[in-house]
């Protein structure tokens, strides 16, 4: 059906919840934060959705996902499952006329990425995909010194996102399985998020990619016969001949979550390091300097996010709630800069499958135009 919902955002939105595991606490403690009633939520069977239901304080737990997503008192959909099943959940909402938050990556393929944005447009509802890292003060902070020039024409970039929870062979998750996970798993999972910021903070598009990848164990404690990656490797060029690599790894012993952008400039260096996400780094040919969260000496979008006074830090639990509070802004018809959308999932699709496809044939690959994809579908 399509949506019949007007854009004025009820006293408080009620937000379903399916899924229950970690990214079902870090989404209900953003929407909470936002002000939504968490109203109900769904899981792989009643029994888990209730012992979910007393863990988050949810007000009621659904036998199935129609339940929930077919109650007319539900108003945005939060998907929080494995990778495999996002398409088809988020087709379920958007048919039933549901605002939808759906966790990256929006699908495990683009074909079915696109079909996603075509329906979003046809319900005229609000979906969106959590790439939160948008949301720190200090990212928007970088992003606005490019647009306006401080850093000058930009000639490479370079990022890595490296993590050491799958590091022994020991290590195990339902990711590392393709049929759940999709058939990327570490540039999937946290390379998207790594070329969502590289695009989203220079303002240009990666157009070409070259890659390499590996995956160290066959076969882990429970999973055999493994076919997706533990580590990327690629190389890249931008619309505007900007050049730039990328290192994606969930075997880097030492590294938790560590997310870093650098871009150089003709006039200037700017570094992000969401392990260390209250600092900037600016670089200049007569010295650097770390430039501190301090929001009467930020731009208005990096004043914005910033809702703690300078020295009091901000996480990744604040650029979560960022996020989630932004989304629900634009149900409300408040549509703020930077809210990543599907056709940000959909973009982020054609990346992962362009840089998968480019490591099994070693073969430089040129990077759809994702506009002309999404009018293909039309």
Not at 27 to 42: K, L, T, V, W, Y
Not at 74 to 98: E, F, Q, R
Not at 156 to 165: K, N, R
Not at 300 to 314: C, D, F, K, M, N
């Amino acid at each position: 059906m399509e949506n019949d919902r007007t854009t004025t955002t009820p006293s408080r939105l009620r937000a379903g919840f399916v899924g229950a595991g970690f990214m079902a606490e870090v989404h209900s403690r953003a929407a909470r934060a936002a002000g939504a009633d968490i109203a109900g939520i769904a899981s792989s069977s009643r029994a888990s959705a209730e012992h979910a239901k007393d863990r988050l304080g949810v007000q009621q737990a659904y036998a199935s996902v129609h339940d929930l997503v077919e109650d007319d008192a539900i108003d945005v959909i939060h998907i929080c499952t494995p990778n495999s099943t996002h398409y088809g959940l988020a087709k379920t909402a958007l048919k039933a006329g549901k605002h939808v938050v759906c966790e990256k990556p929006l699908a495990t393929n683009v074909q079915d990425a696109t079909e996603l944005v075509a329906l979003a447009a046809k319900a005229g509802t609000v979906a969106t995909v959590p790439f939160i890292y948008r949301f720190h003060p200090m990212v928007r902070e970088a992003r606005e010194r490019i647009a306006s020039g401080q850093t000058g024409r930009i000639s490479a970039i370079q990022g890595s996102y490296l993590q050491d929870w799958l590091l022994s062979r020991e290590d195990d998750n339902w990711r590392v399985d393709a049929v759940l996970g999709g058939p990327s798993r570490a540039f999937a999972d946290i390379g998207s998020h790594l070329c969502d910021l590289v695009e989203f903070v220079s303002g240009e598009q990666i157009t070409k990619v070259g890659a390499l990848s590996r995956t160290l164990f066959s076969g882990r404690t429970n999973n055999k016969d493994i076919q997706t990656e533990d580590l990327v490797a690629a190389v890249f060029a931008t619309e505007s001949g900007t050049v730039g690599n990328l290192l994606v790894s969930q075997v880097a012993p030492g590294r938790k979550n560590r997310l870093m952008i650098e871009i150089a400039g003709s006039e200037g260096t700017l570094q992000f390091d969401q392990e260390a996400p209250e600092t900037l780094w600016l670089g200049k040919r007569t010295g650097s300097q770390l430039l501190v969260r301090d929001a009467g000496a930020l731009s208005p979008e990096a004043a914005r996010l910033s809702v703690l006074p300078a020295g009091h830090p901000q996480g990744y639990q604040d650029a979560f709630n960022a996020f989630v509070a932004d989304t629900y802004a634009a149900i409300g018809g408040d549509v703020r800069e930077g809210l990543p959308t599907f056709q940000d999932g959909l973009r982020s699709a054609v990346l992962t499958e362009c840089i998968i496809k480019s490591s099994k044939g070693g073969e430089w690959i040129d990077v759809p135009n994702t506009k002309e994809l999404e009018g293909a579908h039309q």
